[in-house]
């Protein structure tokens, strides 16, 4: 069993349409604006272009998957080189446009972690606005958004960043995905608790969110805000009832005014089917569960957005300073009142300030969860070192990373930071270079471990958990997946894979796998894990091969 997919790449609106059409449109090689993908078949002997090794000197249990009838109208790619020469070790239609899918993130987090550096961290701070007269202030506390990805909702005593190998962001497409422990309002009850410590008891005023920092741009979906507080989803877990036929238990987090969540599903039983629906109204704050959990079910964890995240965290912020003893007189739902900032904060008294783990920490849940939100975000927060508040400024920055880094961006076709936008394209040749670059830097071995481990966590964990290259392969996956309505199947625009191979004695060669173009029998959305998994023994095979 394995999960290293994300079907559905786009989830919302007219992009979901859109990806589809491109999936169907994909076998036939007639998407709209994209680069028809060929579907030669792979000689065994010959090298089917220039640069190419062909199907010679792979291990033959590799050959034999990509021959296996599943794949007769798709198509495969495949680069492996050796760190310190260079050398191609094995290599197929390697300068040829891919969808890349999720490995698209090794580009969209390398550039931020380069311009922000491994050791960055987000200082999110919090203004008093007007006059304090001892423990009152008459005034207004303004929380500036600075886009911390998780504002301590993840943090680990330890300071590291905590996930689950199928994370809560993946809860409405697979079953399976789980919580963290952590209090996803850990960081704004800290901002409350230093308030207080501050000495102020009293703010006769209101409390706003800041959120100028960038604008959000809806063509990246996840569409990433300036304030995120637990990924901007509420959490809904549903648990079996006591019998069949009694109510199923329902437990939500976080529990911020005015969101109010209630259940009407009803327990079934044992084998009987799990179908839970969750519907949203008002903004989506009324949040309503219907539907059945069979008596034997696991916990069934469901995800619901958060409308306004800007007026979500300005709510939780007045019940956390509530809580830590803090009264505010301004009204906890009412709007978030913009027209009330200053042009800026010169002078002002910050009286409370959150502070993240450093950004390899983010980086390394986005890589090992393949966190679409995060990814996207990076493309703001480029844009934001460029002094620009519009997200598509990142892109200039993110190109001349890459030219800095020796990485041939031409090769790469990119719309956002997730891999998802239906025009994301790249070679083999790109991600690989990209690879290699960091090998070449003194955090080759963090940006390794940040990967997915194969065998161990992340979006390998479940593969290979007990052949010879287990915990031998760093690698990120990668999937575009629609629905195929003519065949009654799914269309399997790309599976893909690219990391580091662990070949002993220090040596980590780098190395991409891809198919495009692939289908499965059935509408199971189970049966694109075989697909995955597939990937995912090549590059065991790879791994494993001398």
């Given at each position: 069993m394995s999960r290293p997919i994300h079907p559905a790449p786009l989830r919302r609106g007219t992009a979901a349409a859109c990806a589809a059409l491109l999936f169907v449109a994909l076998a036939s090689g007639t998407a709209t604006g994209a680069d028809p993908t060929p579907t030669p078949t792979p000689s065994a002997a010959t090298p089917s272009a220039a640069g190419d090794?062909?199907?010679?000197?792979?291990?033959?249990?590799?050959?034999?998957?990509?021959?296996?009838?599943?794949?007769?109208?798709?198509?495969?790619?495949?680069?492996?080189?050796?760190?310190?020469?260079?050398?191609?070790?094995?290599?197929?239609?390697?300068?040829?446009?891919?969808?890349?899918?999720?490995?698209?993130k090794l580009i969209s987090v390398s550039g931020p972690w380069h311009t922000l550096g491994a050791d960055h961290r987000f200082v999110t701070p919090l203004y008093a606005v007007g006059e304090r007269?001892?423990?009152?202030?008459?005034?207004?506390?303004?929380?500036?958004?600075?886009?911390?990805?998780?504002?301590?909702?993840?943090?680990?005593?330890?300071?590291?960043?905590a996930y689950t190998d199928l994370d809560h962001t993946y809860a409405n497409d697979f079953p399976g995905a789980t919580l963290t422990p952590e209090n996803p309002l850990a960081g704004i009850d800290q901002l409350a608790r230093q308030v207080r410590d501050s000495g102020i008891t009293r703010v006769e005023g209101n409390v706003i969110v800041d959120s100028r920092l960038f604008l959000p741009d809806p063509e990246l979906v996840p569409t990433p805000t300036p304030l995120i507080v637990n990924d901007n989803l509420i959490d809904l877990l549903t648990t079996p009832g006591d019998r069949p036929g009694a109510d199923a238990r329902l437990d939500w987090r976080p529990k911020v005014a005015p969101y109010e969540v209630t259940s009407a599903v009803k327990t079934v039983a044992a084998g009987k089917p799990t179908a839970i629906t969750v519907t949203a109204t008002d903004g989506g704050t009324r949040i309503r569960l219907t539907g059945t959990i069979a008596a034997d079910s696991e916990p069934l964890l469901r995800t619901s957005p958060i409308g306004d995240p800007a007026a979500f965290g300005r709510v939780a912020l007045i019940?956390?300073?509530?809580?830590?003893?803090?009264?505010?007189?301004?009204?906890?739902?009412?709007?978030?009142?913009?027209?009330?900032?200053?042009?800026?904060?010169?002078?002002?008294?910050?009286?409370?300030?959150?502070?993240?783990?450093?950004?390899?920490?983010?980086?390394?849940?986005?890589?090992?969860?393949?966190?679409?939100?995060?990814?996207?975000?990076?493309?703001?927060?480029?844009?934001?070192?460029?002094?620009?508040?519009?997200?598509?400024?990142?892109?200039?920055?993110?190109?001349?990373?890459?030219?800095?880094?020796g990485v041939d961006r031409e090769q790469a076709q990119l719309m956002d930071g997730r891999g998802g936008n239906p025009a994301d394209r790249a070679t083999p040749?790109?991600?690989?270079?990209?690879?290699?670059?960091?090998?070449?830097?003194?955090?080759?071995?963090?940006?390794?471990?940040?990967?997915?481990?194969?065998?161990?966590?992340?979006?390998?964990?479940?593969?290979?958990?007990?052949?010879?290259?287990?915990?031998?392969?760093?690698?990120?996956?990668?999937?575009?997946?629609?629905?195929?309505?003519?065949?009654?199947?799914?269309?399997?625009?790309?599976?893909?894979?690219?990391?580091?191979?662990?070949?002993?004695?220090?040596?980590?060669?780098?190395?991409?796998?891809?198919?495009?173009?692939?289908?499965?029998?059935?509408?199971?959305?189970?049966?694109?894990?075989?697909?995955?998994?597939?990937?995912?023994?090549?590059?065991a095979y790879l791994q494993e091969s001398s």
């Open positions: 090794t062909g199907l010679a000197g792979l291990d033959p249990r590799i050959t034999e998957i990509m021959r296996k009838p599943d794949y007769r109208n798709a198509q495969w790619g495949l680069l492996q080189t050796e760190p310190d020469s260079g050398r191609v070790v094995h290599s197929l239609f390697p300068g040829q446009f891919f969808i890349p899918g999720s490995t698209a007269d001892g423990a009152t202030l008459t005034g207004d506390l303004d929380l500036v958004a600075q886009g911390d990805l998780t504002m301590g909702g993840r943090t680990r005593p330890d300071g590291t960043v019940e956390a300073l509530e809580r830590a003893g803090v009264h505010v007189t301004a009204d906890p739902s009412g709007a978030n009142p913009v027209e009330r900032l200053p042009r800026d904060y010169d002078g002002r008294p910050r009286v409370a300030a959150y502070t993240s783990p450093p950004y390899a920490q983010y980086a390394k849940l986005i890589l090992k969860v393949s966190h679409n939100l995060g990814a996207n975000l990076g493309i703001c927060l480029l844009a934001v070192t460029a002094k620009s508040n519009q997200c598509p400024a990142g892109f200039p920055v993110l190109a001349g990373f890459l030219d800095e880094a040749q790109v991600l690989v270079q990209m690879l290699a670059y960091w090998q070449r830097t003194p955090d080759a071995r963090l940006f390794r471990e940040a990967l997915p481990i194969l065998g161990v966590d992340g979006l390998l964990a479940e593969n290979c958990r007990s052949c010879p290259a287990r915990g031998k392969v760093f690698a990120k996956t990668g999937a575009a997946v629609g629905g195929d309505a003519l065949n009654d199947r799914l269309a399997v625009g790309a599976i893909t894979i690219a990391g580091y191979l662990d070949k002993g004695g220090g040596r980590f060669d780098t190395f991409y796998a891809g198919v495009n173009g692939a289908s499965t029998p059935s509408a199971d959305p189970t049966e694109v894990l075989a697909i995955a998994n597939d990937l995912a023994m090549i590059a």
